[in-house]
């Protein structure tokens, strides 16, 4: 199975194109994604030389951010062209959930990884917040303003047999952040349980996406995350979370004084096309089958709701 992957949402555009498993061909670019309208032109060029044409492509994937709305969106609109006339499937993945799952994949290769087991301080730190449902609909009698949640009942469980969670935070503007948490974990796994050591996610291995309303399947919209502000970020993380940024060269100074050294990842973490291709190809059946732009600034996100 031929699979074309076009990612446009951050400053680092760029396609590749995977036969089954196997990323065969690859194009990054350090550009502004909305100001370069000849990509299509290179990347039907560069099909040509590879003696690939649209007709043979099975699917088409794009990256739906968040991340540069005009560069999401012409990637998306580009690849319905392609799809259409012989009937393919165009799905979106979350760039977001595609760089988390580059990280940790990438640190279970390494094994970086932090045992599966949270730790009892920070069970015992959950189980003291309240006696409220852990829901998004919830009023925790601890919270500072009614209808919210303490920053310790709005941390998820972290699944058993799961890697050290990685959050994802991105500038939203108007001093708001957009975040997202992630595990990789095993199915079936059973308390105690880790994840291996070497290659990249085994068969077996998904990534997870955590919400205030439990541990599932990224989403690939906006649904798997949170429009936040500094003060309130600590909470939506738990214990040792990792924390990335996309937009480190604008929120990473703030991130750092925020939160302790060793959770944050220093400098511009960006998610390539093979990274979204190989999330893809980890959990099919998770992507999102109508692509739409993830666009989480705030005027946009609370219209929404």
């Known amino acids: 199975m031929l699979t074309l992957v076009v990612e446009r949402s951050t400053r680092r555009p760029g396609w590749a194109l995977f036969r089954d498993a196997a990323c065969q061909l690859e194009a990054i670019s350090d550009e502004e994604p909305s100001r370069t309208p000849d990509w299509l032109a290179r990347l039907g060029a560069a099909l040509d030389a590879a003696g690939v044409s649209l007709a043979e492509i099975d699917r088409f994937a794009a990256g739906v951010g968040p991340g540069s709305f005009s560069g999401i969106r012409a990637a998306v609109a580009s690849l319905q062209g392609m799809a259409l006339p012989g009937g393919k499937p165009l799905v979106g993945v979350s760039s977001a959930a595609a760089l988390a799952f580059a990280l940790l994949t990438e640190r279970a290769a390494r094994g970086v990884a932090l045992p599966s087991r949270v730790d009892e301080a920070a069970r015992a730190l959950r189980a003291r917040a309240c006696t ?45 952040l957009w975040c997202a948490v ?43 995350f949170v429009l936040t502000t500094w003060a309130d970020l600590p909470g939506h993380l738990p214990p040792d979370t990792v924390v990335i940024s996309p937009d480190w060269d604008r929120i990473g100074e703030r991130l750092s004084s925020l939160l302790p050294a060793t959770q944050v990842v220093a400098g511009v973490r960006m998610p390539s096309a093979a990274d979204v291709g190989r999330l893809l190809l980890s959990d099919p059946e998770a992507a999102h089958t109508e692509p739409v732009p993830i666009y989480l600034h705030p005027a946009v996100a609370e219209a929404r709701a």
């Open 132 to 176: 409220s449902p852990a829901t998004v609909t919830a009023t925790c009698p601890r919270a500072e303003r009614p209808g919210r949640l303490c920053d310790q009942h709005a941390i998820p469980p972290i699944p058993p047999g799961s890697h050290t969670p990685v959050a994802v935070v991105g500038d939203a503007r108007r001093e708001r």
């Open 182 to 224: 992630y595990v990789l974990r095993a199915d079936g796994a059973a308390a105690g349980e880790t994840a291996p050591d070497t290659g990249a996610a085994p068969p077996g291995w998904r990534l997870q996406s955590l919400t205030t309303t439990g541990v599932r399947p990224p989403a690939h919209n906006d649904a798997d």
